[in-house]
Each structure stands twice: as structure tokens, then as C-alpha cells.
């Protein structure tokens, strides 16, 4: 079972952290990626690392602000938001897998994903 934390109620501007942990497992071996889904949206991918060379990958629209990472001390995968918009307000999910492969030009999917949290609101007012 994944575990997010870190969610909360922000100004535009602020910046949070969120972290996501294995519960019984260790994330360090599994690939893992940050999906979001607004109100009245689908979900969507945010950003991905793999377990292999920590190769990252992140949506268009949070390039240059997000951050995704591994905080070993934790054995936990973080994702630091800053310069958080209205845009960014969603339910944000962990989800992990073993074995994802990065396509050229091409974001990873839900469906590449095995293991998911419940998720976190994040909620960002003007």
C-alpha cells in the first residue's frame, strides 16, 4: 500500500511537499510517478522516477517548478511544488511499479502503474 502526505490549504505563490512511502515494502526498488486529478477532470501524470539511474520525467505545465526525488533517510519519494497556481488544486496520487519504461516523448500512463495510494488534496486559493 502507498501512502501519501504533505496535502494542505495555500496561497498562490507557496510551496509544499509532498511524500509518498511503501507501507511493508521498500519504494527505493519500485519506479515511481505523481498523478493529479482536479475537480471535474481526469487524472493526469505530474512527474515520474525510475528506480534505474533515477531518471526523471515531468509534465509540461510543472517543469521548472516541481521537483521529484527520493528522500532515503525516509525511504520515501517526495514531490516539491513551488510557485503553486489555482491550476495545481487536485487530489494528488503516488502510484509505483516495477519495470517502467520511459518512451521518448511519451508520459507515463495510469494504466502503467500497479501500485496507488489514496491520494492528497492540495488546494491552492488565489
Known amino acids: 500500500e502507498l501512502v501519501e502526505s504533505g496535502g494542505g490549504l495555500v496561497q498562490a505563490g507557496a510551496s509544499l511537499r509532498l511524500s509518498c512511502i511503501a507501507s511493508?515494502?521498500?519504494?527505493?526498488?519500485?519506479?515511481t510517478a505523481w498523478f493529479r486529478q482536479a475537480p471535474g477532470k481526469a487524472r493526469e501524470f505530474v512527474a515520474a522516477?525510475?528506480?534505474?539511474?533515477?531518471?526523471?520525467r515531468y509534465q509540461d505545465s510543472v517543469k521548472g517548478r516541481f521537483t521529484i526525488g527520493r528522500d532515503t533517510a525516509k525511504d520515501a519519494v517526495v514531490l516539491g511544488m513551488n510557485s503553486l497556481a489555482p491550476e495545481d488544486t487536485a487530489v494528488y496520487y503516488c502510484?509505483?511499479?516495477?519495470?517502467?519504461?520511459?518512451?521518448?516523448?511519451?508520459?507515463?500512463?495510469?494504466?502503467?502503474?500497479?501500485?496507488w495510494g489514496r491520494g492528497a488534496l492540495v488546494t491552492v486559493s488565489s
Open positions: 522516477i525510475t528506480w534505474i539511474r533515477d531518471t526523471t
Open positions: 511493508g515494502r521498500t519504494i527505493r526498488n519500485y519506479d
Open positions: 502510484a509505483a511499479v516495477r519495470g517502467l519504461i520511459l518512451r521518448e516523448n511519451v508520459n507515463p500512463r495510469e494504466v502503467d502503474f500497479t501500485f
